[in-house]
């Protein structure tokens, strides 16, 4: 008898989550940073062996929403809780002690899914605040997502809450998601690698044609900013800041797809689209449970 089921990876901004789906997946999925709020919707990665598969959702941040953005990043954590079977919280052992996931999440009811205490990031910990940490919450994973340590305990923690079931996708299925989500995603990335302050989390992607039957693959994608003044940003002096996120961004898309793409990349305003639920709809963000 198989087991499956969905395995939601939840936690506050920067705890590792993408991270650990990344390295749970062994493929760059879900992309990561050091900047928090990287995340806005749930990535999904399939992790399949003889006996088992889970259907791992990659969540934002749980945060308090200060705008329709947020709020659509909040529903989308909430609604993975909702569905899943598993529920790994996972936070930065070097904040200690984490909350209890109901409290963090603000929820109004325990999730149905077993909730499993994932401590991340020991191995920026000492020998000995490993050691406190785990005789303060004994039934923690402690894991590192960089490194891969304790993943495999986490696995099996997994596996031992997952019910008995057929598996849900085919056994080579990586992701649900398509190929144009994962380019817009690294696109979306590249610019977040290159950008300071505020201009990052202004910036969507929005892939306008994704044409597979050409050689170069052929690729327009627009990178959306909110104002004139992050658009001049993101250009750069004599472009140049785009022509290198182009460059960037284009090999990670070729990696993705295994063959040469063409990426031909502009740059629009839409103003203030973060707060706008239209275009969080065009976007195809989840949208705030109340405007759906
Ligand atoms: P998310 O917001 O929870 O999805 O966090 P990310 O996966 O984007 O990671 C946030 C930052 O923490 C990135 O700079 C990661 O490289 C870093 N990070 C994630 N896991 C670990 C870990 O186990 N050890 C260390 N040292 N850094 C980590
Ligand atoms: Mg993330």
Known sequence: MTKAGIVAVVGKPNAGKST????????????????????RDRVVGILTDATTQMVI?????????????????????????DDADVIVHLSDARDGVPPRLVEAAELSREPKGAVIVALNKIDLLSQQDQDALISAVPDAVQLSALTGEGVTQLLDVVRAQLPESPFLYPDDDISTQSVRFFAAELIRETALEQLSEEVPYSI????EEFREDRSPVYVRAVVYVERESQKRILIGDKGRRIREIGTVAR???????????????????LQNWRRDVASLRRFGYHLPSSQR
Do not use: H
């Open 57 to 81: 959702l990659d969540t934002p941040g749980l945060l308090d929403p200060a705008y329709a953005l947020q709020q659509a990043m909040r529903g989308a954590a909430i609604a993975a809780l």
């Open 204 to 207: 969507a992607c929005e892939i």
């Open 251 to 269: 090999k990670k898309i070729e990696t993705l797809v295994g063959t040469q793409v063409y990426l031909d990349l502009w740059v629009k305003v």
């Open 20 to 39: 650990l789906l990344n390295r749970l997946v062994g493929q760059k999925l879900s992309i990561t940073s050091e900047k928090p709020q990287s995340t």
